[in-house]
């Protein structure tokens, strides 16, 4: 395509810059009935799957229907989206936090009609194009990451993943039958964008196999000391090596020291380790945010590798499942999934999930992994 300039002047770049102003104030996108009863609410209800209702001090109410998104998506759905939203919502609509779309409406008729006229709309291959749910006890969208569509530190998927775990567990985002919310969350790396390390259940990709080395290039694109400092396990240090008859500074990698976590390629360029078969991911449960009875908790890993099976990675997707109906049908109303496995004990709930217990979720990072262990002689056999 030929170039159309946007009037930027690369001669005089500072010329007629614009900067640091900010987001627009969220109030100029407020809907009306929002905007009336800002900070005045009284109540809200659930009145079904997707479909809420809250009630202001004035008397009026707005009605919140939500439906799921992929997260991803291209200009031509947003301006779907838009196209609703004129032709329900007088033009407003917002994102949740889980990246699900509100329409909110002012009669709880038109609500229902807007779930149904939602419901009806599909993607030529067949999925939904925006499925109302994500409310009260069920699944909601998963929070994820950017995977092979654009990161470089990938050891998995995300759209992927996610596409074919929400498809395994669709009914329980239209649906709200579970004892408390499940959060799923992904994330293709350690790095861990999101909330993985704080979600009921977290997929993350892992690597197996340490970095190759490309010695010839790594003085010129690293800084070495910040390639030393990134390995949490002190496994990288300065050397020299002797490549075709010229030394070049470099790295080395004590291997057996190295647990892949893929930090050292992130600061240096040279270091690459993603890798075919080694590459797959990891989940963990049991996380949460809330304050709700029990403290905030960190997810902890239960299955240490499962393959990337592309593209609908089965294995992931049955334990999950495996998971999930055993939560729903083992936990007590209100009950978290850590909650509920703290209360069980870890060792049950390895037994009702049929999941296999190996070496590796054991905690042997620094000091703090004797606290994961048991002092104590109550288990259960
Ligand atoms: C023993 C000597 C040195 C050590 C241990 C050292 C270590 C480091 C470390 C650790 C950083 C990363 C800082 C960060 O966290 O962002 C850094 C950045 C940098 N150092 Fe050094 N440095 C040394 C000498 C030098 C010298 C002599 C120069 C230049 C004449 C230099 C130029 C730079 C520059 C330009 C950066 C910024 C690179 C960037 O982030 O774009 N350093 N150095
Ligand atoms: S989790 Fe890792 S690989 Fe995924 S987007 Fe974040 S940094 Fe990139
Ligand atoms: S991958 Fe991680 S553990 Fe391995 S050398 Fe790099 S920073 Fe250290």
Not at 14 to 19: A, C, F, G, T, V
Not at 62 to 83: K, N, P, Q
Not at 154 to 162: E, L, R
Request: proline share 6%; charged share 25%.
């Amino acid at each position: 395509m030929a170039f159309i300039s946007s009037g930027y002047n690369p001669e005089k770049p500072m010329e007629n810059r614009i900067s640091d102003i900010g987001p627009q104030h969220f109030t100029e996108f407020l809907q009306p009935v929002i905007k009336k009863n800002f900070g005045k609410w009284v109540y809200h209800e659930i009145l079904e799957p997707g479909v809420l209702k809250h009630v202001a001090e004035s008397g009026d109410a707005v009605y919140t229907v939500r439906c799921g998104t992929a997260r991803l998506m291209s200009v031509t759905h947003i301006r779907e989206i838009c196209d609703i939203a004129d032709q329900w919502c007088d033009g407003y609509l917002r994102f949740t936090t889980r990246n699900n779309i509100e329409f909110m409406v002012e009669d709880e008729g038109k609500a229902k009609d807007l779930k149904k006229f939602l419901n009806d709309q599909k993607f030529p291959g067949g999925s939904f194009k925006f499925p109302v749910g994500g409310t009260g006890a069920g699944v909601s969208n998963i929070v994820h990451t950017q995977g092979w569509v654009h990161c470089h530190t990938p050891a998995t998927d995300a759209s992927g993943t996610v596409k074919a775990t929400m498809d395994a567990v669709f009914d329980q985002f239209t649906d709200m039958k579970l004892p408390a919310p499940v959060r799923i969350s992904m994330a293709c790396c350690l790095n861990m964008c999101g909330a993985v390390h704080c979600s009921d259940i977290a997929i993350l990709g892992i690597h197996r196999k340490p970095p190759i080395i490309d010695h010839k290039y790594l003085d010129n694109l690293c800084e070495i000391p910040l390639a030393v400092a990134a390995c949490p396990t002190g496994a990288v240090r300065p050397s020299k090596v002797e490549v075709d008859g010229k030394d070049y500074k470099t790295v080395a990698i004590k291997e057996e020291r190295c647990m892949f976590c893929g930090n050292c390629y992130t600061m240096c360029p040279s270091l690459p380790l993603a890798d075919k078969e080694g590459d797959g991911i990891a989940l963990m449960v049991g996380g949460k945010v809330s304050n709700r009875i029990t403290k905030p908790a960190f997810s902890k890993v239960v299955v240490p590798f499962l393959p990337n099976n592309t593209p609908r990675w089965p294995e992931m997707t049955d334990v999950i499942k495996r998971i999930l109906t055993a939560y729903s049908e083992g936990a007590n109303k209100y009950e978290r999934l850590g909650d509920w496995a703290t209360r069980i004990g870890w060792e049950r709930f390895f037994e009702v999930c049929d999941l296999e217990f190996s070496e590796h979720l054991i905690d042997d990072f620094r000091d703090p992994a004797y606290y994961t262990w048991r002092q104590t002689t109550q288990f259960k056999w």
